[in-house]
C-alpha cells in the first residue's frame, strides 16, 4: 500500500511561477481571499441528501461580513467563467459557502446559485500552494481534461470538477448490472499511468472522481483526479500510482479479473501516447513551466534523492540521476514518453 506524509510541507509562489501565472492569464486580484473566508462566526454540519454527515460544515458570517463576501465571491465566480464580466452574472448569489473540517488545508467550497432557474455551481477556495499550482497546471496541459483555476499569490481558486466520487462509486455503481468492466478497467490503468509520468500522487478514491458519459450503444468512463496537493512531493514512487491504494482495491482487483497483461501493456502506452500528443501541443508553454517548476523547491532533498533512485529502478535507467529538483524528475519523467 501507498504511504503519504502525514502532513505535507507547503511551497510558497516564487517569482517564476508567478511570472508564468500571469503570462498564461492565471492571475488575478481576487476582491475575497482565504483568509478572509476563515472569519466565519460559526459552523452547521453539513448532510447528503441520504441523512449522512459530510464532515463538510457549512459557515455562517456576521452581518458585518456577509454581503461583502458574498458579492466577492460572485465577482469570483465570474472571473472564473466569464473573466469577470458582472453584466452577464446579475442574477447569481452566494448560496452557501462550506469548509472541509477533515483535510490538512481546510479548502472552502462556495456554492453559486442562479435565482432565475435555482440552478447552482460550485469552485473552491483554497490557501496557495505551490505544489498544487504546478499539479493543477500539469493536469490542464497533459490530461484529457482541461481545468480552469485562478491565483492571487496567496489563494487559489479552482473550478468544481463534475463526477462521482470514486469512493461513492466503488461503494454502489460497481454491483450494477449496466456497468462496462472492461471500458471501466481501461480508463483506471489510463488513469493509474497519467499520474506516475506527471508524478502526482495521493489518488486514493477519495480524490478523484468517475465521469460517466452516455457513448453510442454504451457508456463511457473518465477518472479526474480533484487533489492536486502531492504534485511531486514524497519520495516514494508507488505513490504516484493508483493501483497500490488500498481503498482502490475493488476497482483494481475488477480489473485484474476483466483484463490480461497484455491488454493492460497496449492500454498503458496508449495513454503515454495520448501524454505526448498533448505535451507537443502545448510543447512551447510546458517547456517554461518546466524551466521554471526545475528552479523551485517543491519537496525535501531526502524526498528527491528517494524518488530518482526508485524510478531509476522502476524504468531501468539512469536518465534521473541528474535531477537537481522534483521539476527536474518530473521533466526527465516525460521525456521518457
Known amino acids: ?40 462566526t460559526d459552523t452547521i454540519p453539513f448532510y447528503n441528501k441520504r441523512g449522512e454527515d459530510t464532515l463538510w460544515e457549512t459557515v455562517l458570517y456576521g452581518p458585518s461580513e456577509r454581503d461583502e463576501i458574498n458579492k466577492g465571491l460572485v465577482q469570483i465566480y465570474a472571473l472564473l467563467r466569464v473573466v469577470g464580466d458582472m453584466s452577464v452574472m446579475e442574477h447569481l448569489v452566494t448560496d452557501r459557502v462550506d469548509i472541509c473540517t477533515f483535510g490538512n488545508t481546510k479548502p472552502f467550497r462556495v456554492r453559486i446559485l442562479n435565482t432565475l432557474n435555482e440552478n447552482f455551481d460550485y469552485f473552491y477556495v483554497k490557501n496557495t500552494d505551490a505544489s498544487r499550482l504546478y499539479g493543477l497546471e500539469l493536469e490542464h496541459l497533459l490530461s484529457p481534461s482541461r481545468i480552469e483555476y485562478l491565483c492571487d499569490g496567496e489563494t487559489t481558486i479552482n473550478e468544481h470538477i463534475a463526477g462521482i466520487p470514486g469512493d461513492d462509486f466503488m461503494a454502489v455503481e460497481l454491483d450494477e448490472t449496466r456497468l462496462n468492466r472492461v471500458r471501466l478497467a481501461k480508463e483506471f490503468v489510463k488513469f493509474n499511468e497519467r499520474c506516475l509520468v506527471r508524478l502526482l500522487g495521493d489518488m486514493h478514491a477519495g480524490n478523484f472522481v ?38 482502490n482495491n475493488a476497482i483494481v482487483f ?3 479479473e476483466c483484463m490480461t497483461v497484455e491488454t493492460a501493456t497496449q492500454y498503458r ?27 523551485d523547491t517543491l519537496a525535501p532533498r531526502d524526498h528527491l534523492r528517494q524518488l530518482r533512485a526508485e524510478l531509476g529502478n522502476f524504468y531501468k535507467t539512469r536518465v534521473f540521476e541528474t535531477c537537481h529538483s522534483m521539476g527536474g524528475v518530473v521533466q526527465a519523467s516525460l521525456s521518457l514518453l
Open 254 to 256: 475488477m480489473g485484474m
Open 210 to 247: 468517475v465521469d460517466i458519459t452516455p457513448d453510442l450503444d454504451d457508456v463511457s468512463y473518465r477518472l479526474r483526479a480533484i487533489d492536486f496537493d502531492q504534485q511531486s512531493y514524497e519520495g516514494r514512487a508507488h505513490v504516484y500510482l493508483p493501483q497500490y491504494y488500498k481503498n
Open 1 to 40: 500500500m501507498a504511504l503519504i506524509s502525514r502532513k505535507k510541507e507547503v511551497y510558497p509562489v516564487g517569482e517564476g511561477l508567478l511570472g508564468y501565472l500571469k503570462r498564461y492569464e492565471r492571475f488575478a486580484e481576487l476582491p475575497v481571499t482565504f483568509d478572509d473566508l476563515g472569519r466565519w
Open 269 to 295: 502506452e496508449e495513454e503515454r501516447t495520448l501524454i505526448a500528443n498533448r505535451g507537443r501541443s502545448e510543447k512551447s508553454r510546458l517547456a517554461e513551466l518546466l524551466r521554471v517548476m526545475s528552479h
